[in-house]
């Protein structure tokens, strides 16, 4: 019976999942231009941004539809791969909401940003010079221009068209060394401090893309998990990712002490190369990663996984879309399990997609609410310059459209900031309105999972821009046995308990005031 069951479930989501295509808008600025865009799943401009200053990587459409934009500042000291110096919130019109400049010959905004809310979380360097990094256990070459490592800042907006530092964390804190027990941050084994970064884990750096300069770890991607109340981020150098705590304040991120894990600012979690710590094992990343991400955890596949665009994961040529299952610790909820002299699992990635179109440095990737895959692969260093979506069975749903940016993103048609940006659009060939009104279009499907289960079920109802549906699970004679009236603004995942349900197949119903849509799911014990 199971395997009947299972043989239903898998050709009725197959033929479903073949149809699922590219629903909403993509986000992108072209290396080098002044220029935003927002096209639509017909690839054709819903949106421009025509500003006066270069996007030096990353940008981002808040839920009121403001731009967030990462740009080159003219005046800059310090240089080097994708320097900024400079960050705004730009209006659907494009005038500036505020401007805040980070540069100065101590410290520079490079890379990514991230929203956490409706702050603005940058990526910076900060020189320490050459006798500063000896003081501290360094035992590697300096150069002339010291050693920048990372720290981030959050800003948020000051009201009156600039913004204020409102939270901080920096590695040059919660870093460790083996060589000199007369210096700061001695430990007699690496290996017993994973929660440290070692001095002298990265001996190289200081070049890379972007020339000559004194980048030590090359932090290129950053993303902050709300639920969590986390930051990951990526180093190319490191071919390593990292979760540290964001519920500290600035003076707990700088110790080893507080906030909702209780290690202040120290590493919650590491993956990709265990031997950077001491252990053996596999290294996952064997060079440049980007863009680490949490897929989200609202119903959609593999909701709560890590995801990293693996640049090299299989070749110098093949890039991989990498999914990773953390060993997140129930008992707190906050940090992550590693048993002791091993380093932090998985020992491979949870899940892998190959791309079809590859690039060894920059790029970015999603998981979008139907399962999809999307990808930027970058075109600087030689890589593809395109953006593209496939589907679950990897068949390719959208592009491969020429957009030649450092990274790309996706935002679906229920996605505030799509919304609040219609009357500023050219909708006429976009899918996500119906063109005699305002109203949003329902997409089709039910984001369930997992499917098929054995004992909870989840049900994400981002997609519906109505205030109250009702959720059902009807079985195969057609009897409700569960029911529930739900407000999606306050609860817009609903979780049910399918034990007390005989094994088979039920049908998961969620009606709003315009429709009602139907999955198939199976309850196997």
Known sequence: MKIIILFLIFSLNS????????????????QGSNTTYLIDENQNIAHTWNLNSECNYTVLLKKNGNLIRGTKYNNNVLGGAADAGRVQEISPDGSIVWDYIYSSADHLSHHDITLVGDN???????????????????TG???SAGKWPTHFVELQDDGNGSANIVWEWHIWDHLCQDVDPNK????????????????????????????????????????????LDQIVFSSRFASEIYIIDHSTTTAEASSHSGGNSGMGGDILYRWGNPSNYGMTGVQTIPSAVHDSRWIPNDGRPNGGYLQIFNNKGISNNQSTVDGIK?????????????????????????????????APGQSASDRMSNGNIFV????????????????????LVWGPYNAQSQKGFRYECDYPGII??????????????????????????????????????????????????????????????????????????????????????????????????????????
């Open 376 to 395: 930027n692969a970058s075109g600087g260093q030689g890589g593809s310059g395109v953006m593209y979506e496939v589907d679950s069975l990897e068949n």
């Open 120 to 138: 603005v979380l940058l990526t910076a360097w900060e020189v320490k010079s050459a006798s500063e990094l000896v003081d501290a256990g360094f």
């Open 326 to 358: 953390t060993p997140l610790d129930p008992s707190t909820g906050y940090n992550y399990l590693r048993t002791p002299g091993q380093p932090y699992g998985p020992s491979s990635y949870t899940t892998r997609y190959v791309c079809q179109f590859s």
């Open 184 to 227: 700061p941050n001695y430990v007699t084994n690496i290996s017993d401090y994973p929660q440290l970064i070692d001095i002298n884990m990265i001996q190289g750096g200081g070049g890379g893309p972007g020339g000559q300069s004194g980048d030590w770890f090359h932090v290129n991607g950053v993303d902050y998990n709300e639920e």
């Open 420 to 525: 609040a940006l219609k009357p500023y659009m050219n909708t006429n060939s976009t899918s996500c309105f119906d063109h005699t009104g305002n109203n949003l279009l329902f997409k089709s499907n039910i984001l369930v999972s997992p499917n098929p289960t054995h004992d909870f079920i989840k049900i994400g109802l981002n997609q519906y821009n109505s205030g109250v549906v009702n959720v059902q699970i009807v079985n195969v004679f057609g009897k409700i046995i569960y029911n529930e009236i739900t407000d999606v603004f306050s609860k817009n995942i609903v979780q049910i308990d399918m034990r007390d349900f005989s094994d088979g197949l039920y049908f998961v119903n969620v009606n709003s005031d315009k429709n009602t849509h139907t999955q198939i799911i199976s309850l196997i014990k």
């Open 141 to 143: 070459n300096v150069g």
């Open 15 to 30: 033929i479903y999942l073949i149809s699922q295509s590219f629903n909403g808008f993509a986000l992108y600025n072209s």
